[in-house]
């Protein structure tokens, strides 16, 4: 008996190991047959020269929120659930892409998301130094964000428009 279970902890072992192992320093492999979620590009108005300074733009994300309004806390609505974000997108462009994939989202779907803002951390804080500096909405009033909904079937392709002059109100 405990030879059979020596054979099956050396062929697990094995396996794990010959497939890249649990390294989570490796981006997952993505089926190409699995679609995100949702994607789209983010439009900053007066291009590269409109953003703020370096240190006042330590990284952007797009935040999808399960309420609304959301927590007066971003990282408390991210840690229990009730929001999701992006990876880190590009800064200092005309405009970037993002995407939210099935695997970064752990609830079942359909689900809906009735405000999606692009957040901007300016500060050296995680937990409190981030604004919102766009929002998913009726086109041109930040205040009446547009609900989206997601499943496993379709992508949901976003436009942003974010103009760091005239930023939407803040929920965080």
């Not at 047959?33 to 949702?38: A, S």
Request: aromatic share 12%.
């Amino acid at each position: 008996m405990n030879y059979s279970i020596f054979i099956l902890v050396i062929s697990l072992g094995i396996i794990i190991t010959s497939c890249g192992g649990l390294d989570p320093t490796k981006e997952p492999i993505i089926p190409a047959t699995q679609k995100p979620l949702v994607e789209g590009t983010i439009h900053f108005a007066g291009g590269k020269t409109a953003w703020p300074p370096k240190d006042s733009a330590l990284e952007i994300r797009v935040v999808f929120f399960q309420k609304y309004p959301p927590d007066s806390n971003l990282v408390l609505a991210i840690s229990t659930g009730e929001a999701f974000f992006t990876d880190t997108i590009q800064r200092f462009s005309d405009s970037s892409s993002f995407r939210l994939r099935r695997d970064e989202v752990n609830k079942a779907l359909p689900l809906e998301f009735p405000y999606v803002v692009v957040a901007l951390r300016f500060g050296g804080n995680f937990f409190t130094d981030w604004r919102a500096v766009g929002v998913y909405s009726v086109e041109n009033d930040q205040s009446q964000p547009l609900k989206i909904t997601v499943d496993t079937i379709n992508t949901v392709k976003l436009q942003i428009p974010v103009d760091f002059t005239n930023p939407p109100p803040q929920p965080f």
